[in-house]
């Protein structure tokens, strides 16, 4: 077996000599050969896309954490990107305290489940002091207090299988995914919390995700399904998110 430096060296000099002298055809067979190709690696950007990811998770750790601030850190002002679901079930869950809304978690799992917000509430909490930073170029810190993913992948028992954790809002517009390394990370979170009170309206509530290495546009506000899949192929337009669409990509790595 190869020392992990020398097979850093390897890969390193493998996607360079992919990105510089070959083409990037040579970063796609890299990345098939680790099975690293992303949702959106088609079109004219995908060999791009497939690099980034496949070298992205190469290269640094999976479990290497975003910087966590310090209470005096949180920013004053906590921008919002989006509006709330504009549909009368929203407005109604909202009248309501969001009692009778369901977190539905279903497909390559042993235990499809259906969780409501106390139920989420039951398990060990979590918070993270992060920064939330737009596409768009605004960023922000906040704290934000949930639930780890990981917890509810154990409870559910996800399959070794899945590939990717597709997660909807109950706006029924806004959807992602990402992938099993991101999923099982400690700061990956279902959030219903927000600087010691409960997730705001315009922040998510009753539960948004919260992937705190990608950019803001990955952190998908009232959740409402999440299923697990070892292809996105069937899934909306197939490449992962309505990112790509828009010009962004699946992998919004930060
Ligand atoms: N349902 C939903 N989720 C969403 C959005 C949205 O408009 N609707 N905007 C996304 C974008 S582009 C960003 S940057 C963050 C912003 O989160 P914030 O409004 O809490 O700052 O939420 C993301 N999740
Ligand atoms: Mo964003």
């Given at each position: 077996m190869s020392s992990p430096l020398s097979r850093r060296k390897l890969i390193t000099t493998g996607l360079a000599t992919a990105a510089g002298v070959s083409g990037l055809g040579v970063a796609a067979v890299l990345a098939q050969r680790y099975g690293l190709?992303?949702?959106?690696?088609?079109?004219?950007f995908g060999a791009g896309e497939t690099l980034t990811y496949a070298g992205q998770r190469l290269l640094t750790s999976h479990h290497s954490l975003a910087r966590e601030f310090n209470r005096s850190e949180i920013s004053k002002v906590a921008f919002v990107n989006g509006k709330p679901p504009q549909n009368e079930a929203y407005q109604r869950h909202v009248a309501g305290g969001f009692a009778d809304w369901r977190l539905t978690v279903d497909g390559l799992v042993a235990r499809p489940s259906s969780f409501s917000l106390a139920d989420l509430k039951r398990f060990p909490a979590r918070s993270q002091i992060t920064h939330q930073a737009c596409e768009e170029g605004w960023s922000f810190i906040a704290e934000w207090i949930g639930v780890p993913l990981s917890t509810v992948l154990n409870f559910v028992g996800v399959s070794a299988q899945a590939k990717y954790v597709v997660y909807y809002s109950l706006d029924g517009f806004w959807w992602d995914s990402i992938d099993m390394p991101d999923a099982w990370h400690p700061q990956t979170f279902l959030a219903y919390g927000m600087n010691g009170g409960e997730l705001p309206v315009d922040h998510g509530a009753p539960v948004r995700m919260k992937v705190a290495r990608q950019l803001g546009y990955k952190s998908v506000k009232y959740i409402s399904h999440i299923t697990f899949t070892d292809s996105m192929k069937h899934i909306g337009d197939g490449l992962g998110s309505p990112a790509p669409a828009a010009g962004y990509s699946w992998y919004a790595g930060i």
């Open positions: 190709i992303p949702p959106d690696h088609g079109g004219i």
